[in-house]
């Protein structure tokens, strides 16, 4: 796990509402600042801008779960291209 203190700016980390907390509909894999992760405050705020009570958000290793899609394209990664053509075809 990565420590706040010696994380690099803008590191990303993903959470889900726990198993029990909500129906299994509402329970897709948000992403989170790092700070999220790290703070005190009662509630988390998504990247898709959903409020999370902290003691419910269950923390993950990216690429588990169903994603919350607004959050995948908040997260500031690369714009999606076209697939290269090849010639002749």
């Avoid at 993903?14 to 029990?20: D, E, K, S």
């Avoid at 405050?41 to 779960?65: F, I, K, M, N, Y």
Wanted: aromatic share 2%.
């Amino acid at each position: 796990m990565i420590v706040e203190d010696s994380a690099p700016p803008g590191v990303l980390v993903a959470g889900r509402l726990a198993r029990g907390t909500t129906g299994e509909a509402r329970r897709v894999v948000h992403v989170f600042g790092l700070d999220a992760a790290a703070t005190d405050t009662e509630l988390v705020r998504t990247r898709c801008g959903e409020a999370l009570s902290r003691q419910d958000v269950e923390w993950l290793v990216p690429g588990a779960g169903m994603p919350c899609e607004p959050c995948l394209g908040l997260t500031g990664g690369e714009p999606a291209r076209a697939p290269r053509r090849e010639l002749g075809v």
